[in-house]
């Protein structure tokens, strides 16, 4: 069996459903259940005997040291962090915690718990850890693509969260052994998306008749990659990734956050029109920028696809349209995030933009 951790929120309740897809193999689910996790994202493992989940933070390392000795993992992945940017630019503390000091914890449990195996299972063992483009900082117009070796220069709270933890992971390879394996990948979109990242924002809002709000001149430029495209180069690099080596991730989609907001705005006129026949480009309006954004992510993704075999399936023409016609068949599940929380966190980032 594996260990997860994370695997209600977003990337991580993709990776649990596709493994299920591929593989019998139990699945020990780790999840804090902050308000980023959901456990309706796993509704049809309800009665999955090959589902453990369990209710814990990454950070208890006598829980996680448990879970260890419990179910012997052949392999964890750690997909749990804090991971809205903006969340961090208006209150770091969770950031450093979890993703800083629990990622520590988790390491001290799983080091301890590596050391006690016997040579084959040694060996075997993987902590595979999941991280970002962001920790490589914000690129020119002209610069080439992140690659592996590219040096680390994050921008963010966020991001210098999950480089500190980057370095730790790599650190407990050179200093004790430990099997680890790193990924850096890009901007995801998919189903489960919860709605305070731009994709799933923008149908919501649009939806919803509210404004779609465009930071700054919407110039930036990121990488998109379709959710599940990602959980298959981390199924990928779990089998065939060599320890110690770090795989970045990509999607080979460099767009404009503009043109992504009208993509959706137009596949919406197309899949669910507006009542006024007008477009849902009307809703478009531009705020304040993030402070600090950064100007443009690319990936250099040809190291996972030399070396072990990966490329993305979708294209982004594909992926975003599977993912605006998920989001339009599955409005309850939109509505059950948008609690109380939901809407103060909407007030808090959008009321004082202008
Ligand atoms: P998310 O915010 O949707 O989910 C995070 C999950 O971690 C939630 O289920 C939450 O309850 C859980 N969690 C938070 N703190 C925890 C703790 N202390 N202990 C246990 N569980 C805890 O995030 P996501 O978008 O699914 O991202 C997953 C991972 O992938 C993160 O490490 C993120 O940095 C990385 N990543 C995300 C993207 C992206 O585009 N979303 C891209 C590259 C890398
Ligand atoms: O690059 C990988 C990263 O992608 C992950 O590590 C993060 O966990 C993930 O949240 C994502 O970070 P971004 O900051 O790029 O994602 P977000 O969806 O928040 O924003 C995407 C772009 O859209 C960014 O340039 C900011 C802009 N934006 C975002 C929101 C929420 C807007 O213009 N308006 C908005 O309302």
């Known amino acids: 069996?594996?260990?997860?951790?994370?695997?209600a929120g977003f990337i991580g309740s993709n990776f649990v459903l596709d493994w299920f897809a591929q593989s019998d193999e139990t699945v020990i689910n780790l999840d804090k259940l902050t308000y980023a996790g959901n456990l309706e994202n796993l509704a049809t493992l309800k009665n999955d005997p090959r589902h453990i989940f369990v209710r814990g933070d990454i950070g208890d390392a006598q829980l996680v040291g448990k879970l260890l000795a419990e179910h012997r993992p052949r392999a964890a992945v750690n997909f749990a962090a804090e991971s809205h940017v903006d969340r961090s630019i208006h209150g770091p503390g969770d950031?450093?915690?979890?993703?800083?000091v629990g990622t520590f914890h988790l390491l001290e449990a799983v080091r301890a718990y590596w050391y006690g195996l016997a040579d084959a299972e040694k060996s075997g063992f993987r902590f595979l850890h999941v991280s970002t483009d962001e920790v490589y900082g914000s690129l020119a117009k002209d610069e080439p693509a992140f690659s592996e070796t590219r040096r680390y220069e994050p921008n963010s709270p966020y991001s210098a969260s999950k480089a500190a933890s980057d370095h730790l992971v790599r650190a407990y390879h050179h200093t004790y052994g430990l099997p680890v394996l790193t990924t850096n990948c890009s901007n995801n979109y998919g189903p489960y998306h919860f709605p305070e990242k731009l994709i799933p924002l923008m149908i919501v809002n649009a939806l919803a008749g509210k404004s779609l709000p465009v930071y700054g001149d919407g110039q930036q430029i990121r990488d998109w990659l379709y959710v599940k495209d990602h959980c298959?180069?981390?199924r990928c690099v779990l089998t065939k990734g060599k320890p110690g080596e770090v795989y970045n991730i990509g999607g080979w989609n460099e767009k404009a956050n503009l043109d992504i907001v009208h993509t959706v705005c137009a596949l919406l006129d197309e899949l669910c029109s507006r009542a006024d026949g007008k477009s849902y480009r009307e809703q478009i309006v531009f705020v304040t920028d993030r402070p600090g954004h950064d100007r443009r992510y690319a990936i250099d993704a040809r190291k996972i696809e030399r070396e072990l075999g990966w490329k993305p399936l979708e294209t982004f023409e594909t992926g975003i349209r599977k993912t605006v016609k998920w989001y339009l068949e599955n409005q309850d599940w939109v509505s059950s995030v948008q609690s109380g929380n939901y809407r103060q966190w909407v007030e808090k980032n959008y009321a004082g933009r202008a």
């Open 1 to 7: 069996m594996i260990l997860v951790t994370g695997g």
């Open 95 to 100: 950031f450093i915690q979890t993703n800083i």
């Open 232 to 234: 298959a180069a981390i």
